[in-house]
């Protein structure tokens, strides 16, 4: 029953570090986002993906880069931290193909600063 | 393009009095619509969704919502609010027609509950 499972749940970077943010789904929903959520703001998407093999940019992908190898796994990369991607990313999934499959399951988030 | 629109950025009410949050949305095809919940250091969760089917949306936890496409509003109500009502209230709209299904966030409304 686990759903959507992102790890790290928090992280410190320094300025310039890379990492990446994992993602794993376990419904074998084919469509997978990542979103970013500043302080007092909603949820932005940076990247999102229809299936194994395709992803496709968000409103806000600089910084980032993600790939779709598999249809549990997400990853989001951020190859050289800045500040200004201090925030709580959230990934999410959803069946799609249809009206009654568009509910998004998200993970718990992960809280990252960059120092 | 579609966007989100939630009227109120904070909300005060007293425990045992209703709770209105206002939504109005802009989409170029016919929207799924939802609202998530999302408490203090917590994930999102799903209270409720309309899919086309009936225009008044029952959710978990006494909440509901209506759909009037001619306002193009979807605002969530509760007769009587808990304490344990406190949390940020997200409206999203999804477009089916789009490329993807992809979500779009409101900018969320802090709702307070006092004793």
């Known amino acids: 029953n686990a759903g959507v499972t992102q790890t790290p749940k928090f992280r410190i970077l320094k300025i310039g570090q890379s990492m990446t943010l994992q993602c794993t789904q376990d419904?074998?929903?084919?469509?997978m986002y990542w979103y970013r959520q500043d302080p007092g703001m909603g949820l932005k998407l940076i990247y999102y993906s229809v299936g194994a093999g395709i992803t496709d940019k968000g409103e806000v992908p600089n910084g980032y880069n993600v790939s779709r190898s598999t249809t549990e796994d997400f990853p989001l990369r951020l190859e050289l931290a800045a500040p200004s991607q201090t925030s709580v990313y959230f990934c999410?999934?959803?069946?799609?193909?249809?009206?009654?499959?568009?509910?998004?399951?998200f993970g718990q988030g992960t809280r990252l600063t960059v120092v | 393009a579609q966007s989100v629109t939630q009227l109120d950025s904070h909300v005060s009410v007293s425990e045992g009095t209703p709770v209105l949050l206002r939504c109005n949305y802009s989409s170029s095809y016919s929207p799924s619509l939802f609202w998530y919940v999302q408490h203090p250091n917590k994930g999102l969760q799903l209270l409720l969704k309309?899919?086309?089917?009936?225009?008044l949306v029952k959710g978990i936890n006494g909440f509901e919502a209506e759909f009037k496409k001619s306002e193009t509003s979807f605002h969530l109500t509760k007769p009587s609010a808990h304490m344990s009502d406190a949390a940020e209230y997200f409206c999203?709209?999804?477009?089916?027609?789009?490329?993807?299904?992809?979500?779009?966030f409101g900018g969320g409304t802090r709702v307070l509950v006092k004793p």
């Open positions: 309309y899919t086309s089917a009936a225009t």
């Open positions: 419904m074998n929903h084919n469509y």
């Open positions: 999410a999934s959803s069946a799609g193909g249809g009206f009654m499959n568009t509910e998004a399951f």
């Open positions: 999203v709209v999804s477009d089916l027609g789009a490329a993807g299904n992809k979500l779009t």
